[in-house]
């Protein structure tokens, strides 16, 4: 989807061109021993120059689309309680959200093979086809070699891995790409990067998809002697598959900002991505368990750091790479730095982050769960520290309300926030730039595990609300929230203007009457539904489906 990396032109690329010219010139020294060979040179050249232009603008056109696709960012509006506008990608020829995919790396044996299954909204104006022309079909994106190292008998060719199904996906519908891999026969951690193409048109912006692999070695059956007893029991067959932990979010709906989530109820909880803070100096840290430092793309082990032991990373702009410094060693590497804890409760300290609340300055929220990133954004020249975590983790560590709040009120917010959330996570544009979701600060005020210890109570109602959100007409929706109103809500329109939203329109407030409006005004008032709680009795759900009209509150995931 870079347009950093030269597009592959097809079926007309550069090493054609640089052969037509190796033509041209041979014809042209044949020409100064033959001067009536001077015409026929005349018309090679004619044909080679135009030749070379249509491959060239071919080219020029795909980067610029790419590199046009990349920058649109959805959100224009950025304000502090949720003021922020959200919207799909601007609509382009082609483009695609990547829902289907294997859920972290594939286990298998070495030398085996394995079936991967992709599934694509289309978001482009255009539909798709697998047959014709301007086919949408999956190509590996390997700039080194042309050939992938999961290239399998049943591909295309060795680049080309597979057409998409069914022949034919209007805008909004989902493709399928379904296509053998082979298992290296060396023990290790494999990655390649693949990519949907119009061909011979364009790339597909949004529909890349990275492919790790583990090749493990085979396991070893020891064989038993059976007794009696086992005799007697029932045999109960264990499900095998060389391809594990498939996750598909459901599939959006047509319609305009939504996404349904009928028959979600079995999905697996997502991680996601915050972008904690952008910086241009190193970053050290340490983690209470034994934790490794990998390439974020090739997924290689660099490094395995003992418990407490402190590195750090430093990305230098010049020479456009990474320097991990750790107790003793020091590496460069091209790719951004991932730094995975071995254990699942292992915490992250950032030490060189100060992260003081200004009410206690004793305090420093600078320890996260999960993963951390180190990744250099070259469309936007800033560098960031990204955590990744599951969703309900990071809610966990949202500063957003107090531990004082009625739990009826707490679970209400929570239950706008991963809504939210959510929803940047099907609708990947606003940060799409710089690799997160969402950030820490003006989406929704973040500060990690410090935050968690802090607030019980904020951790319990995430605990008892987990995976729901608010939809209408079984569609996930966007649910802004802000301090306080002034007796009324305002509309979508009223505020942002665009297409109206039926469940973001103007009801009255009477908890907030006589005060003074703070924040935008749209959606749920956090003022109000304190009072609805503490006051009213009123449960999180009626709350929800007062600010938000017409919805249901459902569970996405359990």
Not at 83 to 94: D, G, H
Not at 115 to 135: C, D, H, M, P
Request: hydrophobic share 40%; proline share 5%; glycine share 6%.
């Amino acid at each position: 989807m870079s347009a950093l990396y030269p597009i592959k032109a097809r079926p007309l690329d550069y090493r054609h061109a640089r052969s037509c010219a190796r033509t041209f010139k041979k014809a042209m020294m044949s020409d100064r021993e033959n001067p009536r060979g001077l015409w026929r040179a005349l018309i090679v050249a004619f044909f080679i120059v135009a030749g070379i232009s249509s491959a060239l603008h071919t080219i020029d056109m795909r980067m610029q689309g790419a590199d046009t696709a990349i920058r649109k960012s959805a959100d224009s509006v950025h304000q502090r309680f949720f003021a922020t506008s959200v919207y799909a990608a601007e609509s382009a020829p082609y483009a695609a959200t990547l829902l289907l995919q294997p859920r972290g790396a594939m286990r298998a044996e070495v030398g085996s093979t394995a079936t991967v299954q992709l599934g694509f909204k289309n978001i482009g104006t255009r539909a798709w086809r697998s047959e014709g022309g301007a086919y949408i079909s999956l190509y590996n994106r390997d700039y080194v070699t042309d050939k992938s190292i999961f290239a399998h008998t049943s591909w295309l060719n060795g680049e080309h891995a597979a057409r998409v199904t069914p022949t034919y996906i209007a805008p909004g519908q989902i493709g399928f790409i379904t296509f053998t891999v082979s298992i290296p026969v060396a023990v290790g951690i494999y990655r390649d990067t693949f990519q949907l193409a119009a061909e011979d048109t364009a790339w597909v912006s949004g529909g890349s998809f990275v492919l790790v692999v583990e090749a493990m070695q085979p396991a070893v059956v020891v064989k038993q002697k059976i007794t009696e007893q086992q005799l007697t029991q029932p045999v109960i067959p264990t499900p095998q598959s060389t391809v594990q932990n498939v996750a598909m979010l459901c599939e959006p709906k047509l319609a305009p900002q939504a996404a349904t989530i009928e028959d979600c109820t079995n999905q697996q909880e997502p991680n996601i991505r915050v972008g904690l803070y952008a910086t241009a100096k190193p970053v050290a840290l340490t983690n209470t368990k034994t934790y490794r430092i990998m390439g974020a793309q090739s997924g290689e082990t660099l490094f395995t750091i003992l418990a407490n032991q402190e590195s750090s990373v430093w990305f230098i702009p010049g020479a456009n790479h990474y320097t991990i410094h750790t107790p003793g060693q020091t590496k460069t590497i091209a790719e951004p730095v991932r730094f995975e804890s071995t254990d699942a409760q292992g915490i992250f300290t950032i030490t060189t982050l100060e992260q003081r609340p200004a009410w206690n300055t004793k305090l420093n929220d600078n320890q996260f769960r999960g993963v951390l990133e180190f990744h250099h954004a070259a469309m936007t020249g800033k560098t960031w520290m990204i955590n990744e975590l599951p969703l309900d983790s990071y809610l966990k560590g949202l500063v957003e309300t107090s531990n004082s709040g009625p739990m009826e009120y707490q679970k209400a917010l929570l239950t706008a926030a991963r809504t939210y959330v959510l929803w940047h996570y099907l609708n990947p544009s606003k940060h799409a730039d710089e690799h997160f979701t969402v950030d820490a600060t003006y989406d929704q005020v973040y500060r990690g595990y410090g935050a968690e210890t802090r607030l019980p109570n904020v951790a319990t109602a995430v605990a008892v609300t987990r995976g729901q959100v608010v939809a209408y007409d079984t569609h996930l929706v966007v649910t802004p929230y802000y301090t306080q109103s002034d007796g009324r809500t305002r509309g979508w329109t009223e505020v942002w203007g665009g297409s109206a939203k039926p469940w973001l329109v103007s009801v009255a407030v009477p908890e907030d009457l006589g005060k003074p409006l703070l924040g935008h005004g749209v959606g749920m008032s956090a003022q109000a539904a304190v009072a609805m709680a503490q006051d009213e009795g009123k449960d999180w759900k009626t709350i929800l489906r007062y600010f938000y009209t017409g919805t249901a509150i459902l569970p996405l995931y359990r």
